[in-house]
């Protein structure tokens, strides 16, 4: 096809007309495509979503079992003292024990007494010294309590394990029969499992909570956005409207931009080296965790700070200084306000991101067991991400449900605080 | 507009400055007032289960642990002497000279060693496979990366694909083994314990020992690289989760999480021994290994709660036949060796190695 042919109008209308369906057909598929890449990434998701919910939905409901406790005075105050040390220390398992032999009678065998005794919780005994503390007047009387079920117990009751032949299995047939008997006499049901939102952490899955990792990474995310919010702020203030434009502020721009893609566990032997070794500050406190992830978090404020500077329209600045402002009057009465919401904005998606952070933690030991709900910003504390990574490495089987659940908890505050990000977004973002 | 944000952002900092300690207190609290426990995971779920019993029977905080490894922990507890060391270490293996040198050099004069109990390492299938039936030769044949070639004293890189090649009576399937990496104590101890065992049937090899530790220690420690066995990590829950997903896969863990997961997998039969909680105990199989705990005496009275953290691990309620410690998976001592730990974690007794 040369020159020559497409001289005519016709000639070339016919080309065009010719490719036209070409044409279309390019568009769609581009179209189409694009599609594809979208459903595959949200097919993705769901199947994230759908199994992390899909095992974890069961957590949010744990078997309790009701036991008609018998607050005996000779095992629990043998010497009418009334002295708490003494309360404190009474074995209260007999109590739970007694009352599980009263219900069935005719189990005498040594092992299967034992077996009988494990289908409560062994925190059972701590709940009711919590009691008999609160109020010693109980004592003597017969109280009916419900109790959390042991994990294997419970599992069993979810369906997520089976009674095997031979007691090759964790649960066993004589259990079952318990279990059914305890079902029948309605001393055997599923509640709302509040200590998964209250208690701390625990080896015993029906009585471990996430509550303590809750507060801590709370403590944590405070101390990170009480510093690197401020921080980010003044510096990207400072280099984008103060800074002379030479070699040196360009050398600190290109290590800012550096600093933001470091892998995060760098920051945490960067704490172990700085905070702990050299100026001592203790291990596994929310204060370093919160220290390290400000290192973390600070590029991403001061980039993210800097972009909503540079979007406010030089106008601004020039009516301001036009009318008598100084530079400080100018920045700090138009310019910053202006600029807040984009800062506000990019200080919360580097908190989400701060929020779900594990590996720099590692190094500054805050990932540990800690049962203790954290009191202040220098107690041993641990963090939600944290708690997720030690549960799935448990060996009880109640702890996967678990998992996914504090995984669920994690996620929605994720969501939250993103969602925080468009709305604060949308309502304070000016166009220009 | 202006004023929402600058309300907002004043709350966020009266919030900031009221959380944050006067800094009189916060040094105060650098005075640790809880023992903090580092080392081993495969003890890790034994402490942290007497830790949590002995955080709500005693007037003491709970003791904080972490997960470091063997090796990690002893590094960390023979640091130094003082609050922002670690008082307790757990290790899956006995302390060994070098360590006890860091230790001295670092001013950690005074350690007392506690034995708290087996563990053994199980090499299990799918329940929906059949158990396998091993002897550690097989075991090491399988997994190797050298073997005796047959022929005088030389090695050859191992052949094996199958495990009928190793041992006819064994299945037609492929040699493949989930277990954990270098860095992991249970490693170590697979390799001591089954690699090394299987090893030694072979007299040549026995005898150079003696002669040639290293090279003794290369053939019988060396694991095949070339696939055939698969680091799967630290996460022993993984491995359960593999084997469930592949059938002719098989793997090596702590007896703690064969035991949890008694309806997904079984343990392989070593040398005609089954693993079972019994046969641990008495010393059959012959794959298992101690666990420890170390103390810093320099820290007992300076941190309080150590003695009594001791006297809760020794008891028999924890690791007695009956003991709390038992129901998690750990294998306990004989009376007399649990007397005797109980009478050295008592007196703090000196390490002797």
Known sequence: MNRAELNSHEDRLQLIKSKLKWRYAKENIFRVSGIIAILLAVSMLAILFISIIGSGYTAFQQTFIRLDIKFDQDVIDPDNKKEPEAL???????LVKTALSKM???VSD???RRDLYSIVSSGAAFELRDMIMGNPALIGTTQQVWFPADDDVDMYIKGHIQVEAEGSGRIKESTVQWINALTESKSLKKRFNTTLFTGGDSREPEIAGIWGAVVGSFYTMIVTLALSFPLGVATAVYLEEFAPKNIWTDIVEVNINNLAAVPSIVFGLLGLAVFLNFFGLPRSAPIVGGLVLTLMTLPTIIIASRASLLAVPPSIREGALGVGASRMQSVLHHVLPLALPGMLTGTIIGMARALGETAP????GMVAFIVDIPTGVFDKATVLPVQIYLWADSPERAFVERTSATIMVLLAFLLIMNALAVILRKKFERRW | MKKTIGMTLAAIFAAAVTLLPAPGTSLSAAGRDYISIVGSSTVYPFSTVVAEQFGKTT?????KIES????GGLKLFCGGVGVVHPDITNSSRRIKPSEVELCTKNGVKEITEIKIGYDGIVIANSKKAQRIKVSRK??????????PSGVGESLIPNPHKTWKDVNPSLPNIKIEVLGPPPTSGTRDAFAELAMEGGCTTFGWIKDLEKKDGKKYKAICHGIREDGAYIEAGENDVLIVRKLEANPNALGVFGFSFLDQNADRVQGSIVDDVEPTFENIADGKYPVSRPLYFYVKKAHVGMIPGIKEYIGEFTSDKACGENGYLIDKGLIPMPAQEREKFRKDGKDLKDLSL
């Open chain 1, 110 to 112: 040594r092992r299967e």
């Open chain 1, 104 to 106: 069935f009678p005719d």
């Open chain 2, 59 to 63: 007037k003491y905080k709970t003791p």
């Open chain 2, 68 to 71: 470091t490894g063997s090796g």
């Open chain 2, 138 to 147: 097989d075991v090491f044949l399988a997994l190797a990366k050298d073997i």
């Open chain 1, 88 to 94: 404190s220390q009474a074995d209260y398992s007999a």
């Open chain 1, 361 to 364: 933690l590692l190094m500054i």
